[in-house]
């Protein structure tokens, strides 16, 4: 070929690979097929091999190359690479905005208040420099003034343009640029030198892929994007960096020099002019009018980042008047014209304070950690769980050990690690319980099973039903605690008995399942709302074998004659019902042999008094019946049909208030029978037997 003709199907072939380079690494748009792209590349390389006086830095044959470095040559940076302030609230950032105002006040300038908001990538930053538009130079932060030079490593990253693209003069134009900004900017393309500042990244996806590959080839993985990305920038062969398809997003663009303020845009201009020039950028970054809007931007990405295809660890926050970089000056190493706004950490140490194992429905025992409440990824965690014996082993966990946790994104917190350093000699090995905890059936580990299991078929169903009855309407009655959060919070490990109910904290709730912070909240109020609930719905509430409504109610007039009125404890009420012997239970009405022989087991067992020294603790407290001289003392009411103005439950607890008491058939001994609408077969009975029967009306009349 001759010579002329394959300098210009080189040139041509450099830009239409570009272009297409840019279509995909820039703008995510695949305008060619990557067999074709690289059907070009290879026609490229051949031209090249047969013209090697053509070949140049911009090439994208040049991307990998050449010889490992022995080691890396020092740059100097033409700017310092700055470092950032860091901020980790809405606090700290009104201060950080306070303190701006009041430093240009100072000088007799004011402060706007719009912000360019953008992701805080977590990778590596890097300075790219181009000299008349070409790559030249690529360098690390290093200690700010003078970095290394990784050049070759930055020259696999195909997102990273080895030739600046020339805009055209109407985009500059649209981005808000001078007349003569753009000539000055195309003077520093063609002629000068413009410097790209930015971070270099490993995506999530990469990291995945790669990891796979190591560990089917046995090679150490890698432990996450951001030593993905350093770790092989820093490596003196650049086949390394070639291999982890690394990722470069633009963040700042020197045009000249800011502090001569040469050429006018503003950040958020700035930010889209990069990608005109051939960057990839963030395309998630957002102009916000004041701290409030800033606020909002912040609190999103924190919940979304999870979505996001790369990792960010906050978001930086600058003004979008550039001129306010050099008017704003510096703090230390760092500018006051922006600041990182962090999101919360992620990882957090504190005390374990003690292990509680729950029983689950197929009777694996799971260990819970109970934690010193810590803040982590924002919320407060008091507990989580150590899925198994063998996991406490690995971890080498022992109790009172100082733990680190974490809350990754949406994940449920987990305890991480140990530091076996800080330890007193006080703590204590954690062993498995040797009878359930639940059921006190016997425990067993099938073998090589790592779980622990409880050999009671029935003790997850009989806790269900327990805890169902305890919270149901005409026991404690707790909004929001229907049968399936009942169920999730038993798995959670947060209820085992009904006495857990009360030890509910917010912080335990948020961040389960379907548990945001409103839901968490109103939840715990309305536990919190029956911490002071009647004695027969208490009663009645425990579940007691044969035990229902009624007899409930008449078990709490007879035990409230030997308790502190208006309000009983739970341990008095515990010791009070101790002392009734079989005869005694006997003796009240309606209670036969059988349900008083049940009363005296339940009220003499061990599981009760574990039972009642957790009620206790909980602070519950027992509304005890009006003595029987309500206006209603000593009358018996049946209702039947639908009430218009009260739920059944209402006027029970009405008659209840005042004295009397009410059952669910009719007989001799019954004093009223209240008709609602459509009433049952009771009202013929009633009529019968002679009752004294009540419409709604007359009732409500005579519960005033
Ligand atoms: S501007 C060199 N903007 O965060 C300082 N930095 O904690 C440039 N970073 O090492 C500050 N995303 O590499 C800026 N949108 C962004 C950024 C960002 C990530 C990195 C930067 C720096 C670190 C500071």
Known sequence: MDKKIAKNRIEKLKQEIDYHRRQYHVYDRESISVSALDSLKMELFRLENEFPEFISADSPTQRVGGEALAKFQKVTHRRPMISLY????????????????????????????????????????????????????????????????????????????????????????????????????????????????????????????????????????????????????????????????????????????????????????????????????????????????????????????????????????????????????????????????????????????????????????????????????????????????????????????TVIVERAGDVIPKVVAALPNLRTGKEKVIQAPVHCPRCGAEISRLGDDVAYRCLNKNCYAVALRRLGHFVAKGALDIEGLGPKIVEQLVNEGLLEDVADIFALRREDLIGLNGFAEKKAEKLVAAIKSRQEVALSRFLFALGISHIGEESAQTIAVYLSKFLSSPIGRPQELLRVAKKCRLDDWSALADIGPVVAASLFNFWHSQETAALFTKFEKSGLSLLLPLPASGALAGKTFVLTGSL?????????????????????????????????????????????????????????????
Not at 144 to 158: C, S, Y
Not at 666 to 684: C, F, I, M, N, W
């Open 644 to 704: 218009n103005s009260l739920t059944r439950q209402e006027a029970k607890d009405k008659i209840k208030a005042k004295g009397g008491k009410t059952q669910e058939s009719v007989s001799r001994l019954v004093d009223y029978l209240v008709v609602g609408e459509a009433p049952g077969s009771k009202l013929r009975e009633a009529e019968k037997l002679g009752v004294k029967i009540l419409t709604e009306t007359e009732f409500l009349k005579l519960i005033q």
């Open 86 to 401: 860091d901020a980790f609230s809405e606090e700290d950032m009104r201060d950080w905005e306070k303190r701006n105002i009041n430093y240009l006040a100072e000088r007799g300038e004011s402060l706007s208040s719009l912000y360019y908001c953008e992701l805080k990538l977590d990778g590596l930053a890097a300075n790219l420099r181009y000299e008349k538009g070409i790559f030249v130079q690529g360098a690390t932060r290093g200690d700010g003034q003078i970095g290394e030079d990784i050049t070759l490593n930055l020259r696999t990253i195909e997102s990273l343009p080895l030739r600046l693209f020339k805009p055209a003069e109407k985009e500059l134009v649209a981005l808000g640029l001078k007349e003569k900004d753009i000539k000055n900017l195309f003077y520093l393309l063609a002629e000068g030198v413009i410097e790209v500042r930015g971070e270099t990244i490993m995506s999530k996806q990469t990291l995945a892929a790669l990891n796979k590959q190591y560990a089917l080839e046995g090679k150490p993985l890698l432990a996450n994007t951001r030593n993905g990305a350093a770790g092989s920038l820093r490596q003196l062969d650049p086949q390394i960096a070639a291999e982890r398809h690394l990722e470069f997003y633009a963040y700042d663009l020197i045009l000249g020099d800011y502090e001569r303020g040469e050429i006018v845009l503003s950040r958020a201009a700035a930010d889209k002019l990069v990608e005109l020039l051939g960057f990839k950028r963030v395309r998630d970054n957002k102009l916000c009018h004041g701290l409030a809007e800033v606020f909002v931007f912040q609190r999103y990405w924190e919940k979304n980042k999870d979505k996001l295809p790369f990792f960010i660890d906050g978001v930086v926050v600058k003004y979008d008047d550039l001129s306010l970089w050099p008017r704003l000056g510096t703090v230390g190493k760092a500018p006051r014209y922006m600041v990182a706004y962090k999101f919360s950490a992620e990882q957090a140490t504190t005390k374990l304070i003690d292990v509680v194992w729950q029983v689950g429905r197929t009777g694996v025992l799971t260990p819970t950690a109970i934690l010193e409440p810590v803040k982590v990824g924002g919320v407060t965690i008091g507990r989580s769980t150590l899925h198994n014996l063998d996991e406490i082993e690995r971890l080498g966990l022992r109790l009172g050990d």
